[in-house]
């Protein structure tokens, strides 16, 4: 079977958004993607800008009238047959962050191989940069993949899917590990140690937040693997370097057999 080209890709909400959502726009019209997931989009203009730039992506789902909730939104090259967004549960400390509404968006995208459930979603940060389980961060992470376990679990054992976006922790966390085992997911990306957020002097090592995991319908098999891209800076139309994000994408090819 062929495989299904997926991105998924922080698009940073702060900047120079329109030029770089400009040309992400046409770097996606260029690429062979069948589905893009997008976080940080944010308003409904900048959907909009993106669309426009990347017209051959026909299909899109995002909710909201001025704000776009949870700044999650995905283009398809395929029919997507329906779609929701579910908000998570707003706990404290109390931070600007809590006005991005995070939550996840769960489509049923209408493959050529069959329907695949696509969860894009964005998990809150850390400002602590420490995942350790009694972190007060970490446990409203762990609250966050709670809700999004009830949700997989209304997703039939018949339908494959993919959990993708910025997850905000570490491939090697406790609650991500346990969010797996809990869903019936495997992360295609597992055990690779490189960072999806670009390093900075005040971070020179940070962790992978960006992640893909998959479960295969009963009966079926759902393999694939992924690499980074749009790690290099891009030319704006400007004629400036930039970089498209302080995240780098994921891209997956994910192939659904019997």
């Not at 046409?26 to 690429?31: G, K, V, W, Y």
């Not at 997703?155 to 997850?167: F, T």
């Not at 800076?233 to 057999?257: K, N």
Request: charged share 20%.
């Amino acid at each position: 079977m062929k495989a299904l080209r997926l991105l998924t890709m922080n698009t940073l909400f702060t900047g120079d958004v329109p030029a770089r959502l400009r040309a992400l726009g046409t770097a996606l019209e260029e690429a062979d993607y069948d589905i893009v997931c997008l976080q940080e989009v944010m308003f409904r203009r900048n959907a909009r800008l993106i669309r426009r730039a990347a017209p051959s992506y026909r299909h899109f789902a995002y909710s909201g009238t001025v704000l776009i909730k949870g700044g999650l939104v995905l283009l398809s090259r395929w029919p997507i047959s329906r779609f929701r967004f579910v908000r998570y549960p707003m706990t404290g400390p109390v931070r600007g962050e809590l006005l991005m509404r995070k939550g996840a968006q769960i489509a049923s995208v209408a493959t050529p191989d069959g329907e695949l459930v696509i969860v894009n979603t964005h998990l809150s940060a850390n400002r602590d940069d420490d995942w350790s389980p009694t972190n007060r961060y970490t446990r409203i992470a762990t609250g966050e993949l709670a809700r999004l376990t009830a949700l997989m679990a209304d997703v039939g054992p018949s339908l494959p899917v993919a959990v993708v976006g910025d997850l905000n922790l570490p491939r090697d966390s406790v609650a991500l590990g346990d969010f797996a085992a809990a869903a019936g997911l495997r992360d295609i990306l597992a055990g690779d140690t490189r960072p999806t957020y670009r390093p900075t002097p005040r971070w020179p090592s940070p962790p992978a937040l960006d992640h893909v995991l998959v479960r295969a319908a009963a009966g079926e098999t759902l393999t694939g693997g992924a690499d980074f891209v749009f790690q290099d800076e891009v030319t704006l139309a400007d004629g400036r370097q930039a970089y498209l994000s302080d995240h780098y994408g994921v891209r997956a090819q994910l192939i659904r057999s019997t």
